[in-house]
């Protein structure tokens, strides 16, 4: 522990000295026996103030946690002399807050356990290590303080909160393997798709009895069998628009984490590539696991300025299968990321844009230039987004606060409605 | 030694000691501790005012004046400190004032013990004030040494 002296220190010996000085001066004894009960204490304090014997430790009751909820810590403190006052901060990332006191100031007795709770707040997802503690302690005559910190960082994983969704894109091809989404083949399934005259080898039970009955012969139901299919999660992390507490990032990775907890739930592999400054990727798997693994990718997402142009042709080929639906989640900032997007659809992949808005975090300037480089800004958006839609991307603004849903059934729709291409 | 008439020594005194409940207020409301010195520093000058204006014969209250310095300094010290839930005890509380008290009397006893000894016949000379004067700088010097913080 390092010691320092306190406040009170320096104003016992400036009042001790300033007396014997006094008496020296004016010749006065009575002066200095002003002064000795200040040099008394100064004595007393200072050959008796031995650095405490202070133990902290802190644990956390769980190693992951969504967005807005609360983990528990717990701080013991343990001593075998007894501490007059002792102050412990608990020094917390941004992005976690705390409503308890902090710092706490406990005094501790001869032998003393105590155990302090600290209930943490996670306010942004991200990956953090809690637990660097500092703590200051007094003597008990108040002359010197002993602090010290103590390394005992424990890491914590919040998640982005994800949105529920009904329904998720469908991609133009699925795989071979069972999963949760309807084909537009026939084969064994649920989902009925059409009747035929039965054929050597058809099961019975798949005998439609009054389609049957009404043409005197045999008629099967034919059914879409349900495949899986790969996803690919494209984030930009080139750049960013950022107010206050929010961003386009914070809600590209809550809309990643989202669609790739529910298409994962729905039996399909899932991938990521955060496409930026710095590169990172997944390749598609299936399971929990998985999902734990893209969601912990997505704690490492963040802007890294970056000034190299990059192409789709530095990812490795098996993070971008050729028949997976690429959901690009992008603010659309970048030039790098924008060409990078059509690029992928001219190499013929299944692509839906879903543009994170910048617009509600950007505010035009005060005067009549910067309002007019507001509108021109504005207008260049919308080029770009005719651009993406001329060449059969449907993109879609998704804007804070409106659910990611909407934007799902925007991309829906056009893909419903849009004759695919192929270059 | 300055003499003074009573008149000019009264308003000498009320001139020095005058500011100290002001800067004693100052220090407590805004927690501090540079003044609450000053404001000790002021009742110690104030009482070497009186002693410089006096007579001189040794002043037989000067100890139980220097403990009641004290125990002002040391209440007024407690007051500024940051709260501890664990002070809210009564027997905590209770226990810390007679700490402090029994210091405050410890050293009105050493200051009567010091004055004693000055008021002894002994006399003093060049060497003994040099002893004085090496003593007392190597009080604060030792006191300077053990009070700066080690690594």
Redesign the interface.
């Known amino acids: 522990m ?4 306190t ?16 008496a ?1 001066v ?1 010749g ?17 304090g ?1 050959a008796l103030s031995e650095a405490p014997d202070v133990r902290v430790d802190l644990e956390i009751d769980r190693e992951r946690q969504v967005e807005g909820e609360e983990v528990n810590a717990s701080l013991e403190v343990r001593t075998h002399l007894p501490v ?2 002792l ?1 412990l901060l608990v020094s917390l990332p941004d992005g976690l807050e705390s409503d308890a006191p902090n710092p706490v ?3 501790l007795d001869l032998d003393e356990r105590r155990e302090l709770e600290v209930p943490l707040r996670c306010e942004h997802w991200g990956a953090y290590l809690v637990g660097q503690v500092f703590v200051r302690a007094q003597d ?1 005559f ?3 303080a002993y602090e010290r910190s103590y390394d005992l960082r424990r890491p914590l994983k919040v998640y982005p909160r994800g949105e529920g969704l009904d329904k998720l894109l469908r991609p133009l091809q699925t795989l071979s393997f069972a999963g949760s989404q309807t084909t537009g083949t026939r084969g064994e399934g649920i989902e009925f798709a059409d009747l035929r005259p039965f054929a050597p080898g058809d099961r019975i039970r798949r005998i439609n009895w009054r389609a049957t009955a009404r043409r005197g012969e045999p008629w099967v139901n034919e059914t879409h069998p349900e495949r899986n299919t790969d996803v690919v999660i494209f984030l930009d992390t080139f750049a960013e628009a950022r107010s206050g507490a929010g961003s386009t990032l914070d809600l590209a990775v809550q809309a990643a984490g989202s669609l790739a907890a529910h298409y994962i739930r729905a039996k399909d592999r899932v991938g990521l590539v955060a496409f930026g400054g710095v590169l990172n990727w997944l390749t598609v798997s299936g399971g929990v696991t998985q999902l734990y693994r893209v969601l912990d990718s997505l704690l490492d997402a963040e802007i890294f300025l970056s000034y190299a142009w990059k192409e789709i042709e530095i990812l490795p080929r098996r993070t971008l299968p050729p028949h997976a639906l690429v959901v690009a989640l992008s603010p659309l900032l970048d030039e790098r990321s924008v060409r990078a997007l059509i690029d992928l659809r001219a190499r013929g992949f299944d692509l839906a844009v879903v543009e994170i808005s910048p617009v509600p975090f950007v505010e035009p300037g005060p005067d009549e230039l910067d309002k007019l480089a507001y509108r021109l800004w504005l207008l260049r958006r919308d080029a770009l987004r005719a651009s993406y839609l001329r060449v059969g991307v449907p993109v879609v603004e998704w804007r804070q606060g409106d659910p990611l849903q909407a934007a799902l059934e925007e991309v829906r729709t056009f893909r419903r409605h849009a004759r695919v291409t192929r270059a | 030694m300055l003499r003074a008439s009573p008149g000019v020594h009264r308003g000498l005194l009320l001139a020095v000691a005058a500011p100290v409940p002001v800067v004693l207020l100052v220090g407590l409301a805004l927690r501090w501790s540079a003044a609450l010195t000053g404001a000790i520093i002021l009742l110690g000058a104030q009482q070497a005012v009186r002693l410089a204006l006096g007579t001189d014969v040794l002043d037989e209250w000067a100890p139980l004046v220097g403990g009641a310095l004290l125990l002002c300094a040391e209440l007024a010290w407690w007051s500024i400190e940051p709260r501890v839930p664990a002070w809210s005890q009564p027997r905590l509380a209770l226990w810390r004032l007679t700490s402090v008290l029994l210091m405050c009397l410890l050293g009105a006893g050493v200051g009567a013990a010091m004055l004693v000894a000055a008021g002894s016949s002994l006399s003093g000379g060049v060497p003994l004030e040099l002893a004085g004067i090496l003593a007392a700088t190597g009080a604060v010097a030792i006191l300077a040494h053990v009070a700066r913080r080690s690594p």
Do not use: H
């Not at chain 1, 390092?2 to 002296?5: E, L, N, P, V, Y």
């Not at chain 1, 006065?28 to 007393?44: G, N, Q, T």
């Open positions: 390092s010691r320092a002296a406040p009170k220190l320096g104003a016992y010996a400036g009042l001790a000295g300033v007396g014997l000085l006094a020296l004016l006065r004894a009575e002066l200095a026996v002003l002064a000795a009960p200040f040099a008394l204490v100064l004595f007393f200072l007059p006052r102050e100031l406990i005094a008990r108040g002359l010197l």
